[in-house]
T-cell receptor, first 113, second 117 residues
Framework: DIVMTQSPDSLAVSLGERATINCKSS????????????LAWFQKKPGQPPKLLLY???TRESGVPDRFSGSGSGTDFTLTISSLQAEDVAVYYC?????????FGQGTNLEIK | QVQLVQSGGEVKKPGASVKVSCKAS????????ITWVRQAPGQGLEWMGW????????DYAQKFQGRVNMTTDTSTSTAYMDLRSLRPDDSGVYYC??????????WGQGTLITVSS
């Protein structure tokens, strides 16, 4: 199984500041035939289902604000929130869908400083 | 609009089985798969498996092999997840989601399963 490791586990950022969450996979999730990284980012708030933010590592899902961006390739990925808003308080998860099982990272708890 | 509506929460005794339904609407059911993810209390997201609605093929996480069965009914656009031999650590919220090329874009509201004697 591909192990997904996120850092940090918890993060406190001031409103309007940048938040950065890292995700590392135990093996590459870059599919050479199409040059796509099989990596997604989700936002999870209590009592709500996960919300897809980004897929193919950096493609923003429809309706997701452009302050959310993704970068990276191969085994190292980053989710960046350029200017933190109060409604961004949540737990963020990366997930690889390169191979079965489609494993998630352990989550990063994002709070307001 | 795309919607996935799941069945209500249940309380089960250890050793019992539970079947969670996920009714889809607002899209062509057969061209997407359905994946199931659970979240135990205070824990992270755990991928359980997925089913291709088109051909019924399934892939399950090794942890659930032999205990889980995922099916679909195309006549009602409903997916089902059946989990057997329940244990207390199976308690949690179970989610279904529409999936295509691995991308899980629409999710059900979640179903709380409590396993307790």
């Amino acid at each position: 199984d591909i192990v997904m490791t996120q850092s940090p586990d918890s993060l406190a950022v001031s409103l309007g500041e940048r938040a950065t969450i890292n995700c590392k996979s135990s093996q590459s999730v870059l599919y050479s035939s199409n040059n796509e990284n099989y990596l997604a980012w989700f936002q999870k708030k209590p009592g709500q289902p996960p919300k897809l933010l980004l897929y193919w590592a950096s493609t923003r899902e429809s309706g997701v604000p452009d302050r959310f961006s993704g970068s990276g390739s191969g085994t190292d990925f980053t989710l960046t929130i350029s200017s933190l808003q109060a409604e961004d308080v949540a737990v963020y998860y990366c997930q690889q869908y390169y191979s079965i099982p489609h494993t998630f990272g352990q989550g990063t708890n994002l709070e307001i400083k | 609009q795309v919607q996935l509506v799941q069945s209500g929460g249940e309380v089960k005794k250890p050793g019992a089985s539970v079947k969670v339904s996920c009714k889809a609407s607002g899209y062509t059911f057969s061209i997407y798969g359905i994946t199931w993810v659970r979240q135990a209390p205070g824990q992270g997201l755990e991928w359980m498996g997925w089913i291709s609605v088109h051909n019924g093929n399934t892939d399950y996480a090794q942890k659930f092999q032999g205990r889980v069965n995922m099916t679909t009914d195309t006549s009602t656009s409903t997916a089902y997840m059946d989990l057997r031999s329940l244990r207390p650590d199976d308690s949690g919220v179970y989610y279904c989601a529409r999936v295509r090329w691995g991308k899980s874009d629409f999710w059900g509201q979640g179903t709380l399963i409590t396993v307790s004697s």
